[in-house]
C-alpha cells in the first residue's frame, strides 16, 4: 500500500537542521588532513556541510539531477519583457531535445535535466515527442494572473505549486539523487521575481529590478512600475510565504520552493541557480528557515537584486561568471565544485594515514 503524500504542514513539522554534531566531527576530521590547515579554503566547509546535511562522514555526490520548473505568467501583459511567451514553450522544447545550455552544462557534470511543467500557457502535447522520463506535467493553470491588478494565483494554488515541487524532488532522491539543482523556465518571471524578493527582504524595487532578459530603459519603467503596483494592491505578508507566492509569485516558482523542502525532508543538499531560483528560497526559507541551511549558492547572477535576496539567506555564492541565463546553468556548473569538496574530504589522506609528520611534530 502506498503511504499517503505528507501535508505541507507535516513536511515544514519534520524539517530539522543539518546535524550539527557530525558537522564538528567533519571539522576534526579535516583538522587531521594532510594539508596546511584549511588550505583548500570553502572546499573544506563545503564537504563539512555536506557531512551534516547528509548525516555521514562519507558524503558522496556522484549522483546529480536538475529539476527544471517551468511556468508562464500575466504580468507580461505589462511589457515586462524582451521576448513573448511563446519562447516559454520553445525553449522547453529545446530542453527536451537536449539543445539548450542547461543540457550541455549538465553534461558536463554528469547531471540529469528534468523539466516539469508547472503552468505554462501552451499544451505539452503540442512540443513533439517527450524524452523518456524527462518531462513531468504539474500543470496548476495555464500562466498565472496579472499581479499588477490581484493575486496571481490563489492561497490553494500556491500550496499545491510547493507540494507538486517536493513529490517531484522527493521521487528524485528516493531514486538515488544525491544533489539536486534547481532551474526555471518562464518568460517574465524575473518580474515575480524581484516583487518576491523585495518583500520578503524589504529591499526597495528600484534595488531589487534589473533589465532581466534585456529590457530597453523604458521596459524597465515599465516593470518596476509593475511590480510597485503588484505589491501595493496585493499587500503581501512578508512572513508568510504562501501568501507572498500566492499574491505575486509564479507556480515554477513555488515548485522550486517545494524542491528545497523536500532537500530539507529527506536530508539532501540542493543548490540553486540564480535569480529566479533564489525566489524559490525565499518562499521556502519564509515557510521554513531550517531549509536555508541545506542550500547551496551556484554563483551570483547579473540581476542586482540577487545579492541582496543571497545575503538576506546568508548564502556566499560559489561562482561569480556574469550568468544571466537561468535555466539552471550556474547551478549544474557549481555542482561540480560540491562534488569535488564531498572527494576531498573522503579521498584526501590524513597525516597518520599518509605518514607525513604534521605541523610541530618535529
Known amino acids: 500500500m502506498n503511504t499517503p503524500a505528507p501535508s505541507l504542514k507535516e513536511i515544514l513539522e519534520k524539517i530539522q537542521p543539518p546535524d550539527q554534531k557530525i558537522i564538528e566531527r567533519a571539522r576534526e576530521h579535516t583538522a587531521g588532513l594532510a594539508v596546511p590547515p584549511r588550505a583548500l579554503g570553502r572546499l573544506h566547509e563545503m564537504g563539512e556541510r555536506l557531512c551534516g546535511i547528509t548525516r555521514t562522514l562519507n558524503p558522496v555526490m556522484d549522483a546529480k539531477a536538475v529539476v527544471v520548473m517551468a511556468g ?3 504580468i507580461v501583459e505589462e511589457g515586462v519583457s524582451a521576448f513573448p511567451q511563446e519562447v516559454t514553450g520553445e525553449m522547453v522544447k529545446n530542453f527536451l ?17 528534468i523539466v516539469v511543467d508547472m503552468g505554462m500557457k501552451v499544451d505539452p502535447r503540442s512540443l513533439g515527442p517527450l524524452t523518456n522520463g524527462a518531462f513531468y506535467a504539474h500543470k496548476i493553470a495555464p500562466g498565472t494572473a496579472n499581479f499588477s ?4 494565483m490563489s492561497r490553494e494554488q500556491a500550496k499545491n505549486a510547493v ?23 518562464g518568460i517574465g518571471n524575473t518580474t515575480p521575481s524581484a516583487a518576491i524578493g523585495a518583500v520578503i527582504t524589504h529591499a526597495g524595487v528600484d534595488e531589487m529590478t534589473g533589465r532581466g532578459t534585456g529590457v530597453d530603459l523604458a521596459g524597465l519603467h515599465r516593470k518596476k512600475t509593475a511590480i510597485q503596483k503588484g505589491i501595493d494592491v496585493n499587500r503581501p ?39 529566479i531560483s533564489t525566489a524559490g528560497a525565499l518562499i521556502a526559507h ?24 543571497l545575503r538576506h539567506l546568508n548564502l556566499d555564492p560559489i561562482l561569480n561568471l556574469g550568468l544571466r541565463l537561468g535555466e539552471g546553468t550556474g547551478g549544474a556548473l557549481a555542482m561540480s565544485i560540491i562534488d569535488a569538496a564531498a572527494k576531498v574530504f573522503r579521498e584526501v ?11 610541530g611534530s618535529c
Open 237 to 275: 505578508d512578508p512572513g508568510d510565504g504562501l501568501d507572498v507566492l500566492a499574491k505575486v509569485g509564479g507556480f515554477e516558482i513555488g515548485g522550486i520552493a517545494g524542491c528545497i523542502l523536500a532537500g530539507a525532508f529527506h536530508h539532501r543538499p540542493v543548490v540553486i541557480d540564480g535569480f
Open 286 to 309: 519564509a515557510l521554513c528557515p531550517a531549509a536555508g541551511q541545506y542550500l547551496f549558492a551556484g554563483h551570483c547572477s547579473e540581476e542586482p537584486g540577487h545579492k541582496i535576496m
Open 72 to 74: 508562464d505568467h500575466g
Open 163 to 185: 507540494l507538486y515541487g517536493f513529490k517531484r524532488a522527493s521521487a528524485l532522491f528516493q531514486e538515488g539523487v544525491c544533489l539536486l539543482g534547481t532551474g526555471d523556465m
Open 349 to 359: 589522506l590524513t597525516f597518520d594515514q599518509a605518514g607525513v609528520s604534521g605541523k
Open 97 to 113: 531535445a537536449g539543445g539548450a545550455g542547461i543540457n550541455c552544462l549538465c553534461r558536463h557534470v554528469g547531471a540529469r535535466v
Open 149 to 152: 491588478k490581484g493575486p496571481a
